[in-house]
T-cell receptor, first 112, second 113 residues
Framework: AQKVTQAQTEISVVEKEDVTLDCVYE???????LFWYKQPPSGELVFLIR??????QNEISGRYSWNFQKSTSSFNFTITASQVVDSAVYFC?????????FGSGTKLNVKP | EAGVVQSPRYKIIEKKQPVAFWCNPI?????LYWYLQNLGQGPELLIR????????DSQLPKDRFSAERLKGVDSTLKIQPAELGDSAVYLC???????????FGQGTRLTVV
């Protein structure tokens, strides 16, 4: 069974638009970790955020914000006022008993 | 501080040939991961090390893939013999401990012809 679902394969927005990337995960455990990574065209995955299952507080970091809702098993990522440099593939991941499951990624295209 | 270093960046080999990838993790990171990433997909874990011990190799195709992490620092992933379907990007990552944020190298893009 797929552990992490990123239903949006590709999203295109115009610069300065807000965009939300969806992530739905599946686990029966109460203890787990959720992550978001960015993969620019250069190929190297860049860590963005780590959240443990007991902390549902939403987080904001500059133009980035994350909404964690255990009730819907979702960990969505919003970029406010998107910029061309945000263009990349974004991966959501679940760490479940030290087993890492990545989603298939959402490719974000930000056009000037 | 240097990040995770992988070499080579690119490798083209003929099928049935052997190939090896090398990874130098961030200093002090005890946990090391090897992932395989196919085009348009997320990374898939091949093996995870805690120091020099392979604690999760359940997804490693052991008939042709092998890995080692001598002295709990550098690691090598080998494929012998390579098949056409092995063409992918092989990523190495490290973290200070399990479940902590992992830092990734730039990967080795393998093409088997």
């Amino acid at each position: 069974a797929q552990k992490v679902t990123q239903a949006q394969t590709e999203i295109s927005v115009v610069e300065k638009e807000d965009v939300t990337l969806d992530c739905v995960y599946e686990t029966r455990d109460t203890t787990y970790y959720l992550f978001w990574y960015k993969q620019p065209p250069s190929g190297e995955l860049v860590f963005l955020i780590r959240r443990n299952s007991f902390d549902e507080q939403n987080e904001i970091s500059g133009r980035y914000s994350w909404n964690f809702q255990k009730s819907t098993s979702s960990f969505n990522f919003t970029i406010t006022a998107s910029q061309v440099v945000d263009s990349a593939v974004y991966f959501c991941a679940l760490d479940n008993f030290n087993k890492f499951y990545f989603g298939s990624g959402t490719k974000l295209n930000v056009k000037p | 501080e240097a990040g995770v270093v992988q070499s080579p960046r690119y490798k083209i080999i003929e099928k049935k040939q052997p190939v090896a990838f090398w990874c130098n993790p961030i200093s002090g990171h005890n946990t090391l991961y090897w992932y395989l990433q196919n085009l348009g997909q997320g990374p898939e874990l091949l093996i995870r090390y805690e120091n020099e011990e392979a604690v999760d190799d359940s997804q490693l195709p052991k008939d042709r893939f092998s890995a080692e992490r001598l002295k709990g620092v550098d690691s090598t992933l080998k494929i012998q013999p390579a098949e056409l379907g092995d063409s992918a990007v092989y990523l190495c990552a490290s973290s200070v401990r399990p479940s902590a944020e992992a830092f990734f190298g730039q990967g080795t893009r393998l093409t088997v012809v």
